[in-house]
């Protein structure tokens, strides 16, 4: 099992910043992807950026050179540094965890940002 803490989420006005972080704990393996994801109220769960134990990076279009995803392997933790937030960023994020065969999501952190 795997769990994740998601933590960093708030409210912040159009053009802010925030930090996510989401630590991992558990039976981890070295060959994972990481990866944060968000749902709006009425919309489908959707990609927001994820990274590879072997370091590579992915990041929906919406997102991209506004958002920053990185790990700390030491810590077990996955951060999304968002700038330049836009009202349409506000959603639940939720951490995901993938290893071959099984998958694992947090319990989610609202960010809201306001117009």
């Known amino acids: 099992q795997v769990q994740l803490v998601e933590s960093g989420g708030g409210l912040v006005q159009a053009g802010g910043s925030l930090r996510l972080s989401c630590t991992a704990s558990?039976?981890?393996?070295?060959?994972?992807?990481m990866g944060w994801y968000r749902q709006a109220p009425g919309k489908q769960r959707e990609l927001v950026a994820t990274?590879?134990?072997?370091?590579?990076?992915n990041y929906a279009d919406s997102v991209k050179g506004r958002f920053t995803v990185s790990r700390d392997k030491i810590k077990n933790t996955l951060y999304l540094q968002m700038n330049s937030l836009k009202p349409e960023d506000t959603a639940t994020y939720y951490c995901?965890?993938?290893?071959?065969?099984?998958?694992?999501w947090g319990q989610g952190t609202q960010v809201t940002v306001s117009s």
């Open positions: 995901n965890y993938a290893r071959t065969g099984r998958t694992y």
């Open positions: 558990g039976i981890l393996f070295s060959v994972n992807v």
């Open positions: 990274a590879t134990s072997g370091g590579d990076t």
